[in-house]
């Protein structure tokens, strides 16, 4: 949770999901609610800078249509995301 009214109370960062023990270990779990999750602790924790590329990185990814899991109607698992997010924060 967090209370962007009053930063001076921590924050706790979780991505909403279920367990999925019927995917574990197959690395086909999207990535992005977990990352997006960092970025908003980063900017909890006074990293703007940082959380503003995290977040520019997943729109980008996005909006390239390429590397997406399935629940997004591709065919890439959870690490072809991680390393195409990757290729797209060194580009900035």
């Known amino acids: 949770s967090?209370?962007?009214r009053?930063?001076?109370l921590?924050?706790?960062?979780?991505?909403v999901h279920g367990s999925a023990p019927d995917i574990a270990g197959k690395w086909i779990a999207n990535?992005?609610?977990a990352?997006?999750?960092a970025s908003m602790m980063l900017e909890q924790l006074g990293e703007t800078e940082a959380a503003e590329l995290?977040?520019?990185a997943v729109r980008i990814n996005l909006g390239e249509k390429?590397?997406?899991?399935?629940?997004?109607?591709?065919?890439?698992?959870?690490?072809a995301v991680g390393k195409d997010l990757v290729?797209?924060?060194k580009s900035f």
Do not use: A, E
């Open 6 to 8: 009053d930063r001076s």
């Open 87 to 89: 290729r797209i924060l």
């Open 54 to 56: 995290i977040y520019k």
């Open 35 to 37: 990352v997006l999750t």
């Open 2 to 4: 967090f209370n962007p």
């Open 66 to 79: 390429k590397v997406r899991t399935r629940d997004l109607g591709g065919q890439s698992g959870t690490k």
């Open 31 to 33: 990535p992005l609610g």
């Open 10 to 15: 921590p924050g706790l960062f979780d991505p």
